[in-house]
């Protein structure tokens, strides 16, 4: 029911653009740092920051607002150690997230003849988390491997996004240049909340 939920959010989202005059299209990159607040493995603290990656698909409609379809990237990797039946076991372990989010933003600042606004805008998101625990776990108890970790496996979960940011786009110029502060929450069965600071870069069409 989430999962259908999130879906009739979406094209809902998405589909009064066709109805809109359609005003510019955009596409770029971005790069940031993320930090994922929430448990993985059971009182394991947060999951920690990274360098994050991703790819944006900007559509400017009238009235004036923005739809933007995002894809991201977030990779983590730490350390784990417990016992299984009084034998230490430790290795790596690795946090993945691959999303999709679908967002509208609206200007609340520009100013004429000037380049810079500042905008804010809200959305939601499809998270593909995955999980990866080192294979010395099973060599000690293989029954337990995987006790007490929570683990995900390519796990579909929804999330709901807001940002705000500002960008610099020169008239007549075709790129345009941005930084923005986005804050999330990822709906597992222990929350996770993101805040993630990035910059990118816009070819204006």
């Given at each position: 029911?989430?999962?259908?939920?999130?879906?009739?959010?979406?094209?809902?989202?998405?589909?009064?653009?066709?109805?809109?005059?359609?005003?510019?299209?955009?596409?770029?990159?971005?790069?940031?740092?993320?930090?994922?607040?929430?448990?993985?493995?059971?009182?394991?603290?947060?999951?920690?920051d990274?360098?994050?990656?991703?790819?944006?698909?900007?559509?400017?409609?009238?009235?004036?607002?923005?739809?933007?379809?995002?894809?991201?990237?977030?990779?983590?990797?730490?350390?784990?150690?417990?016992?299984?039946?009084?034998?230490?076991?430790?290795?790596?372990?690795?946090?993945?997230?691959?999303?999709?989010?679908?967002?509208?933003?609206?200007?609340?600042i520009?100013?004429?003849?000037?380049?810079?606004?500042?905008?804010?805008?809200?959305?939601?998101?499809?998270?593909?988390?995955?999980?990866?625990?080192?294979?010395?776990?099973?060599?000690?108890?293989?029954?337990?491997?995987?006790?007490?970790?929570?683990?995900?496996?390519?796990?579909?979960?929804?999330?709901?996004?807001?940002?705000?940011?500002?960008?610099i786009?020169?008239?007549?110029?075709?790129?345009?240049?941005?930084?923005?502060?986005?804050?999330?929450?990822i709906?597992?069965?222990?929350?996770?909340?993101?805040?993630?600071?990035?910059?990118?870069?816009?070819?204006?069409?």
């Amino acid at each position: 029911m989430k999962r259908l939920a999130a879906i009739t959010v979406l094209i809902t989202m998405i589909c009064p653009v066709t109805s809109r005059a359609i005003i510019g299209v955009s596409i770029g990159g971005k790069v940031g740092y993320a930090n994922y607040k929430g448990d993985i493995l059971p009182s394991s603290g947060d999951v920690g920051d990274a360098v994050t990656y991703g790819a944006v698909l900007e559509i400017g409609t009238l009235p004036v607002v923005d739809v933007e379809l995002h894809a991201n990237y977030f990779a983590k990797d730490f350390l784990y150690a417990y016992d299984v039946a009084g034998v230490p076991v430790s290795g790596e372990f690795e946090f993945r997230d691959i999303s999709l989010h679908a967002l509208v933003k609206k200007n609340l600042i520009a100013l004429p003849a000037s380049p810079i606004s500042l905008y804010v805008g809200g959305g939601i998101g499809w998270h593909l988390i995955n999980t990866e625990v080192a294979k010395g776990a099973a060599s000690v108890n293989p029954s337990q491997a995987d006790n007490p970790f929570s683990l995900f496996s390519n796990n579909a979960k929804v999330g709901a996004d807001g940002m705000v940011g500002v960008k610099i786009a020169p008239p007549v110029f075709p790129l345009a240049i941005y930084g923005e502060g986005r804050f999330g929450r990822i709906f597992t069965d222990e929350p996770i909340n993101t805040t993630t600071i990035g910059a990118g870069l816009m070819l204006r069409f």
